[in-house]
């Protein structure tokens, strides 16, 4: 079964709408972490946000936020004033512990493309 | 700024080539990770090193080989490569073992087999 689910392969939103990538999760851990990663055409892997599990709010990084709903296990990236810049791959990946070398998993991606 | 530096950025071997992708982190970190992204594939884990010491292998052929001499560095030896190798090859680096922290990529080498 898979770990990250990202259900939308790409999505369309004009400049300076909002617009919700969405990720689910699936893990029996208690302790976890959620991050979101772009990456643009050039393939780098640029982070974004982090999520833990136990963190009461929700992140929020400069025009990033997260949407995190654990009980639905949900941890949606919320991008509020597309620019053309913001188009690019983004991935959303767990980690389930914080033991050293623990790696992430990642979900598919969703690639997202900002118009004028 | 670029905390892990991969080098080359872009290869083109052949079959029968030996080549080296060279990984490098500046951010003291003392986890490094190897990661294989495909076409239309998430990204794969391909090998973990903890403290110089390889804490992972994710089935990966012998054909690739890692080599982590010190916290800071990385190696990927490559021998006799097969077509379906070619893909993104990505680096990475943590600092593990107190609260989650994100890992760190490098730019990626774009591997491509004849």
């Known amino acids: 079964a898979q770990k990250i689910t990202q259900t939308q392969p790409g999505m369309f939103v004009q400049e300076k709408e909002a617009v919700t990538l969405d990720c689910t999760y699936d893990?029996?851990?208690?302790?976890?972490?959620l991050f979101w990663y772009k990456q643009p055409s050039s393939g780098e892997m640029i982070f974004l946000i982090y999520q833990g599990s136990y963190d009461e709010q929700n992140a929020t990084e400069g025009r990033y936020s997260l949407n995190f709903q654990k009980a639905r296990k949900s941890a949606n990236l919320v991008i509020s004033a597309s620019q053309l810049g913001d188009s690019a791959m983004y991935f959303c990946a767990m980690r389930e512990t914080n033991q050293a070398g623990t790696a992430l998993i990642f979900g598919k991606g969703t690639t997202l493309s900002v118009s004028s | 700024e670029t905390g892990v530096t991969q080098t080359p950025r872009h290869l083109v071997m052949g079959m029968t080539n030996k080549k080296s992708l060279k990984c490098e982190q500046h951010?003291?970190?003392?986890?490094m990770y190897w990661y294989k992204q495909s076409a239309k594939k998430p990204l794969e884990l391909m090998f973990v090193y903890n403290f110089k010491e390889q804490t992972e292998n994710n089935s990966v052929p012998s054909r690739f080989s890692p080599e982590c001499p010190n916290s800071s560095h990385l190696f990927l030896h490559l021998h006799t490569l097969q077509p379906e190798d070619s893909a993104l090859y990505l680096c990475a680096s943590s600092q593990d073992g107190g609260e989650f922290q994100p890992q760190h990529f490098g730019d990626g080498t774009r591997l491509s087999i004849l």
């Open positions: 951010l003291g970190h003392n986890a």
């Open positions: 893990t029996s851990d208690q302790s976890y972490g």
